[in-house]
């Protein structure tokens, strides 16, 4: 078993372990192959593996295991002692029982010898392998010595490959075991040697990686975790190339596009400057510098702002949209909700008025009327229903897409063709400038890294329900004190309706016990946009307290009075998520405090520990980011789905810069990429499913 093991052995290519070395050539049409041409793929199965995203053949071989079983010793029975390290036996089955224990629990034993001495192995609750463990079948076992014999923690009966060092360990479900996963892939194997290579030999050779073949077939048989992480390098590499390749290509479609230039900034800018209280930031000037040279030429601009919450995103927003209204065209501010749409609306209006412009909100709930009137103002704010189909602006030039990750691919590809000219997305979420070049690699990327020196830092507790009341003692104090205050609800896994009744209830609680003395108000979704309206108002004005809210308010709501929030349930939400409630405290001069209460410590994942405490522990925004990357993994980042490319399978974008880095140069000097290159780029950027992205 321990034979000699070269590291990355298959980059020689020469002795293919499994597969027969390829029969003619490879016939890629077979990796379409659905499952069902798997010997033991009936109905019910086809139907489980389809819920894991796999149909064919091809799907099953880019299946990635997300882990390996560690290798271990094989060792005599008799030489088993005690040890508490995992180790494997092999041997043949003398007898076999079963026994039921408590509850609806039962135990299978069997007596097994390997000439050296003999053992009883258990198995806890898997009473049907009673029946295959017949005596004289061999069996390989892996697991510990314990308290009845041998604890089996996998098992081979006959041939097979669970017990083998480094055996793949899948993205399974309930439904479908890694085991059976192993075997379903087993009987597909043989077809990596249909699969051509994208990679042009010359350049393979040059960057001395392997065949995709030879990289597929190792990620599923690895002989050390050396050797699959090569493999799964090789095939990172390949998919970082085709995405670079794409948007390189993406980039340079725009160059060839035409947009109104909006020349230098004149007199309305000037004016605007004039009218805001203080002075733009250095962050904040300098984004403005970039916006000034995008709109000055006649290529659509296609810029992302990044900055935290609260860092100051929409004043530069609207200096942006002010550039086209100054050239008697329009210009658009979009949210991805209504409230948020709402909310930017009360705090530009203001300004535009004093300005002269007129601006309007346009959400779905518009009457036709005001439809008709806002489609002819000169700045319009609305949720995304403002880019659906049917809505016509007279000359949109500027649009600003806030909270950008929000909007599917549709909504961008709307807004790609032709509706507006220049495009600025705005994200509260920043990612690494690295990787933001990546995800959205047809985006220059500007950064508000400060907030406005002014902020004080929010102070964030994290605290279990036990000690919940404590909170709502010190909240009353500053609340006395002529404070305001958030309360969020938990995030359940229900409908908007559910959510709104939960918050309804909540607040009521609050209501006649903790707040009596407070006047509490309730936000959330059901609420029509009138009625949200008026409560936002109210907070606004100080006629209420307490705002209990689901997370609605996640974005958009500014009220500087308000220093204090409680997140109830504060370990059901995401990282970047609680960082975006936060971001609704700290906006005024005082003291803000943040209050995390959360499920007892110890019941809690190791994930949701460390969300918890990186939060107390960090306010900024770009940091932060980057913890949530890692505990997320690079796959299941949003930006690469809303950039119309399914998700990565084989990269992970935080280990794999290097790669990252080595793929965007070779992409932009490629030139002209060869046809097989460009067929796959084609593939993967075509096949996006548009239900999966929403
Ligand atoms: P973001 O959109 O990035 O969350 P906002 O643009 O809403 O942030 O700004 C948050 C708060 O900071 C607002 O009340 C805004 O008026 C204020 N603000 C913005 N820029 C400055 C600045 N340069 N100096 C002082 N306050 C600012
Ligand atoms: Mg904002």
New binding site residues.
């Given amino acids: 078993m321990t034979a000699l093991r070269r590291q990355t052995v298959f980059a020689s290519l020469d002795q293919p372990r499994v597969w027969p070395a390829t029969r003619g050539r490879p016939q890629p049409r077979r990796l379409d192959t659905g499952l069902d041409a798997l010997p033991g793929v009936g109905v019910t199965l086809k139907r489980k593996l389809e819920k894991l995203g796999l149909r064919t053949i091809r799907d099953l071989l880019e299946h990635r295991p997300h882990r390996y079983e560690s290798a271990v010793d094989e060792v005599a029975i008799a030489a088993l002692g005690a040890s508490s390290d995992e180790v494997a036996i092999a041997g043949e089955v003398l007898s076999v029982s079963k026994r039921p224990l408590r509850g609806r629990r039962t135990m299978v034993t069997a007596r097994v010898t390997d000439g050296t001495a003999t053992i009883s192995a258990a198995w806890f609750n898997q009473p049907w392998l009673a029946d295959q463990l017949q005596p004289g079948v061999h069996v390989r076992l892996r697991g510990k010595p314990g308290r009845y014999g041998f604890d089996v923690k996998s098992h081979d009966i006959g041939a097979g490959d669970a017990t083998a060092d480094f055996a793949p360990v899948y993205p399974a479900s309930e439904e479908i075991t890694p085991k059976r996963m192993r075997t379903l892939v087993t009987a597909a194997l043989g077809h990596v040697s249909d699969y051509f290579d994208p990679l042009p030999a010359e350049l393979r050779e040059r960057e001395g990686m392997p065949l995709k073949r030879d990289a597929l077939f190792v990620i599923h048989r690895p002989e050390s975790d050396g050797e699959a992480e090569a493999g799964r390098a090789r095939l990172a590499f390949e998919e970082l190339l085709l995405l670079q390749i794409g948007i390189a290509r993406r980039a340079a479609e725009r160059e060839r596009t035409l947009a109104p230039s909006l020349g230098v900034p004149g007199e309305l800018i000037a004016r605007y400057r004039q009218t805001l209280p203080?002075?733009?930031?250095p962050y904040?000037e300098q984004a403005v510098r970039e916006i000034d040279a995008d709109l000055e030429r006649t290529v659509p601009m296609q810029r992302l702002l990044q900055?935290d919450?609260?860092?100051?995103?929409?004043?530069v927003a609207l200096y942006a949209i002010l550039r086209a209204v100054e050239h008697g065209r329009q210009g658009a501010l979009m949210a991805p909700t209504e409230t948020l749409a709402e909310q930017h609306f009360l705090t530009i209006e203001g300004i535009c008025a004093e300005l002269g412009v007129t601006c309007a909100l346009l959400t779905s709930a518009s009457p036709k009327k005001t439809r008709a009137d806002a489609l002819g103002a000169d700045v319009v704010v609305g949720t995304h229903a403002l880019i659906q189909e049917g809505v016509e602006l007279r000359d949109l030039s500027v649009a600003v897409v806030d909270e950008q990750h929000r909007f599917g691919v549709e909504q961008r590809k709307a807004l790609a063709q032709g509706r507006a000219s220049h495009v600025l997305h705005m994200t509260?979420t920043p990612i690494p400038r690295t990787l933001a070049l990546t995800v959205y690699g047809d985006l220059s990327v500007s950064e508000?890294a400060k907030p406005?020196a002014?902020r004080k830092p929010i102070v964030t507790s994290w605290i279990d329900e036990g000690q919940a009341s404590a909170a709502y003692t010190r909240l009353t104090r500053l609340l006395r004190e002529g404070r305001q205050a958030y309360v969020v609800c938990p995030l359940v896994e229900a409908s908007e309706t559910t959510l709104a009744r939960a918050a309804e209830e909540e607040a009521e609680r609050l209501r006649r016990a903790e707040l009596r003395e407070f006047r509490v108000g309730c936000l959330h979704g059901r609420l029509k946009p009138p009625e949200r309206r008026d409560i936002m108002a109210r907070f606004n004005a100080r006629e209420l307290d307490v705002l209990v809210a689901t997370t609605v308010i996640e974005v958009g709501v500014?009220v500087?009075n308000a220093t204090v929030m409680i997140v109830q349930e504060a370990d059901r939400f995401g990282l970047a998520q609680l960082h975006q409630l936060r971001?609704r405290v700290g906006?005024g001069a005082e003291q803000s405090y943040c209050v995390l209460v959360s499920r007892a410590k110890e019941e809690l994942t190791e994930t949701a520990r460390t969300r918890l405490q990186s939060l107390v522990d960090i306010t900024d925004g770009f940091e932060l980011a980057e913890i949530d990357l890692d505990l997320r993994g690079g796959g299941q980042l949003l930006g690469i789905r809303q950039h119309g490319v399914s998700d990565l399978r084989f990269a992970r974008l935080r280990l794999d810069r290097p790669l990252l880095e080595r793929a965007r140069a070779l992409a932009q000097s490629l030139g002209d990429p060869p046809g097989p290159l460009l067929d796959a780029v084609d593939e993967l950027f075509g096949e996006t499913d548009p239900e999966a992205l929403s």
Avoid at 309 to 315: E, I, Q
């Fill in positions: 203080f002075a733009l930031t904040q900055g919450v609260g860092s100051g995103k929409t004043v509260a508000i406005p002014s500014d500087p971001g906006r």
